[in-house]
């Protein structure tokens, strides 16, 4: 397959990273000075495993690097498999930033999450410490993003799959960048 096809393959994925991302941009509107979230800040970066169609976005990504810059973030990101850092970080900045993965987007932001204790709005607890409520509009359900990432992802591998491709369901970000399609 060639970059186009890959492409091709996204565009849903990066309609859904276009929501996301418009919602990033609303909550920053309404409640910007109440997020602590700025670039350099990447206490939350962490090493990740992401689902494949993130994986072949980040992978795609790579491929628009300078070969030697893209050589150096993938021996990165192989070295740091067994560590917790984030292999995407320098300098606390992420290199491939316009195609981080989806929990990278949303963490920090309002979620409505549900587990053992019931639904709650989780965030970054260095933003918010004011206090107050957050309108509805600006809270993210999780579950939801989640169900679309996964529905996604199920398309994805089953058209790859049609073309002789397979990829696990989730890969590390050295497996990911180091991915041969």
């Not at 920090?108 to 965030?123: M, N």
């Not at 918010?128 to 992802?153: I, K, S």
Request: proline letters at 5%; aromatic letters at 4%; one cysteine or more.
């Amino acid at each position: 397959m060639d970059l186009g096809q890959f492409d091709q393959l996204l565009t849903d994925y990066r309609q859904l990273v276009n929501r996301i991302d418009r919602h990033a941009a609303a909550v920053a509107s309404a409640c910007g000075d109440q997020l602590a979230c700025h670039p350099g800040c990447a206490g939350c970066c962490r090493q990740i495993t992401v689902s494949a169609i993130e994986a072949l976005a980040l992978w795609r990504a790579l491929q628009d690097l300078p070969p030697a810059a893209a050589a150096a973030l993938r021996a990165a990101a192989v070295a740091a498999e067994a560590s917790e850092e984030c292999p995407l970080l320098e300098g606390g900045l992420c290199r491939l930033y316009a195609a981080r993965p989806l929990i990278c987007r949303t963490h920090g932001l309002p979620l409505l999450v549900e587990d053992e204790a019931g639904r709650r709005v989780d965030f970054c607890p260095l933003n918010f410490t004011a206090g107050g409520t957050l309108p509805g509009a600006l809270v993210l359900d999780l579950e939801r993003l989640n169900t679309l990432l996964a529905l996604l992802n199920r398309q994805f591998l089953e058209v790859l799959a049609s073309k002789q491709i397979e990829l696990p369901d989730r890969l590390s970000l050295g497996v990911a960048l180091s991915l041969q399609l």
